[in-house]
């Protein structure tokens, strides 16, 4: 009689393999026993997770305490992608500098970042629900305030400077707040570490992070915010990246009429220019996602203004453009006015009517 019970776990040919294979071409794993070894391969084979490309370790000292198997943050990252994708969505984050006193953190100089996960599932769902209230009658303002904040998983990440790591302490603080949150919205909790038995393969025990080994370096690297010499030159003479909306009066604007300050601010930004982050495309993305409920909507919206659909492949100029006509704040849960939000309708009929499809009666 066979069974697929173990199906999950991998091959016993495809774990010796590996383990025989990390043990010879991985110089880190080279002092790994051959149970130790397997331990790692039985991880990154039932999971699929690659442990050339530090998304497994193996978490072994120097003096050759064998401390368990740990998933790192780009495993976490590639089973999170994985599950976004079976749900037909995907996900993105912001990592935000918090006050330590937020969380009770009293040890001195430690870092606190809050990583804020959103996806598209249920950023979705929101905005149908805000599109139903205002099909009802109800203002725009009115209807956010109604159904509340848009959805999100905040995660929580603590480093302080007592803690021996190559890592700095903010990407300490970071790579565990963006783990935390990511272990809260999808389904890839094996824990910052765990001991690993192979004969037993589901038996996982976490060990505290204080109980790594010092000479443990996640491959992580530091990803402080890189400033272009634009973004320095631009601070030190205090100009915002946030230009004023160029009028606010005898709105809603017509089609025609949004079509000419839109052209003028990507002018303006064009010769000032202006920077965008990627985290300001996802941004907009979100909002106009937020008024007009469809994405191809949006494409399509965004194609007829400033002739390119994604925002991700916009130019700079053509992001501070719409976001001066938005007249909102560059962050997730900003609301539109009403007038804006007439306009982003009435801008997106002129568009199907500029392809030819005919207004639907």
């Known amino acids: 009689m066979t069974t697929n019970a173990l199906a999950t776990f991998g091959g016993r040919d495809d774990i010796k393999e590996l383990g025989y294979r990390l043990q010879k071409m991985m110089p880190s794993a080279q002092s790994f026993s051959g149970e130790e070894a397997l331990a790692v391969a039985q991880i990154a084979v039932a999971h699929r997770l690659d442990p050339f490309n530090g998304e497994v370790w193996g978490l072994k000292s120097y003096n050759g305490q064998w401390y368990g198997v740990m998933v790192g943050i780009k495993g976490l990252r590639k089973c999170a992608r994985r599950a976004a994708a079976e749900e037909n969505g995907s996900y993105w984050i912001d990592n935000v500098l918090t006050d330590p006193k937020k969380y009770n953190v009293t040890q001195k100089d430690a870092v606190v970042y809050e990583c804020i996960l959103r996806d598209s599932v249920n950023t979705q769902a929101y905005g149908q629900a805000i599109h139903a209230l205002t ?12 159904v509340g904040p848009s959805p999100k998983v905040v995660g929580v990440g603590i480093a302080d400077p007592s803690e021996k790591s190559k890592m700095g302490l903010h990407a300490r603080a970071k790579k565990r707040a963006e783990a935390d949150a990511i272990k809260q919205r999808y389904d890839v909790d094996f824990g910052e570490a765990a001991q690993f038995t192979p004969e037993e393969p589901g038996d996982f025990v976490e060990v505290e992070a204080e109980n790594l080994p010092d000479d443990f370096d996640n491959g992580v690297e530091e990803d402080f915010p890189k400033k272009s010499a634009e973004d320095a030159v631009s601070e030190l003479m205090g100009e915002s990246k ?10 809603p604007y017509t089609p025609e009429q949004l079509k000419i300050k839109i052209d003028e601010r990507v002018k303006h930004h064009l010769e000032k220019k202006t920077l965008a982050s990627q985290q300001d495309r996802n941004v907009l993305a979100s909002i106009l996602d937020g008024v007009l409920i469809e994405v191809t909507k949006r494409y399509e919206l965004c194609k007829w203004l400033v002739g390119q659909s994604s925002t991700k492949k916009m130019k700079q100029a053509d992001v501070n453009a719409i976001f001066d006509w938005l007249g909102t704040d560059r962050v997730f849960n900003a609301t ?14 002129a568009t199907l009517k500029a392809s030819g499809q005919q207004e639907l009666i």
């Open 135 to 146: 099909d009802s009658g109800i203002p725009y303002k009115e209807a956010v305030e109604m």
């Open 242 to 251: 946030a230009m004023p909306h160029p009028d606010t009066a005898n709105r």
């Open 336 to 349: 539109p006015s009403d007038e804006v939000v007439k306009e982003i309708h009435s801008a997106h009929t």
